[in-house]
């Protein structure tokens, strides 16, 4: 049994535009530890966003493997991808898509439903999840009445509530300024530490890297940096 939770091998996605074809990715190989805070950082077009897609299983390579927990999902079937997304698997994206006629509350305890939890159960986990991401008292709160770092606590309350063994974050700092955005990767790297959740976030920037226990640079699609 290998000890990653992911792991990509000569992973390449490209695109076709035109007559040329633009490589996203090339021969991208990492590895995710399962309790770890994992940051995919680079400049803009450097290929984060087609990554952490791929990672999460919403998106296929056009050559190399990817593992979770062990198993190949790129072998996988679309119906197999789904349930391991919907089971293992949590998702916060930088515009914060909460249900605005719902308070933070109903969004979470939404999202238990979707995800088979009986009533009894929900509102302890909603509760519970409010207090991971420190909102309990904002929680009967709708999102328009909470600042951005509120509602993207609330997102990531949301992505976790489901108990997922990994959360992906797409630029989930990119439309806060930077102390709003670190008290957001630092909800990220509490629930890591004391849940040993694993979290895997991109960001353009530079000073989120500190809080972080693998970092891993792209440029043009290739790894060029990895601590
Ligand atoms: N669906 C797509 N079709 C064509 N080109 C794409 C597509 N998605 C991404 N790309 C290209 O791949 C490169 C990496 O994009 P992306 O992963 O979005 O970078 P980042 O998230 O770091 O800004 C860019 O050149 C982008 O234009
Ligand atoms: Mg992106």
Request: glycine fraction near 8%.
């Amino acid at each position: 049994m290998e000890s990653a939770i992911i792991r990509t091998e000569g992973v390449t996605r490209c695109f076709p535009s035109g007559r040329e074809t633009i490589y996203a990715l090339k021969d991208v190989g990492i590895t995710i530890e399962p309790g770890t805070l994992t940051i995919l950082r680079g400049r803009s077009g450097s290929g984060k966003t087609t990554l952490i897609n791929l990672l999460g299983a919403l998106d296929r390579p056009t050559s190399g493997k990817i593992y979770f927990n062990g198993n190949e999902i790129t072998r996988m079937s679309e119906a197999q991808r789904d349930e391991l997304r919907r089971k293992e698997m949590g998702f916060v994206f930088q515009s914060i898509a909460l249900i605005s006629m719902m308070s933070a509350y109903e969004n979470v305890e939404f999202a238990l439903r979707v995800a088979g939890y009986k009533a009894s159960e929900r509102r302890q986990r909603a509760e519970e999840c409010f207090a991971f991401v420190g909102l309990t008292k904002r929680m009967h709160h709708r999102p328009g009445e909470l600042s951005g770092g509120e509602q993207q606590r609330v997102a990531i309350a949301r992505a976790i509530a489901h108990r997922p063994r990994v959360v992906f974050a797409d630029e989930p700092t990119a439309e806060l300024d930077t102390h709003t955005g670190l008290q957001v990767v630092k909800v990220f790297k509490n629930l890591v530490e004391k849940e040993g959740l694993t979290v895997v976030m991109t960001t353009h920037d530079p000073s989120m890297v500190e809080i972080a226990d693998r970092v891993y640079t792209l440029e043009d699609g290739e790894i060029v940096d990895e601590q």
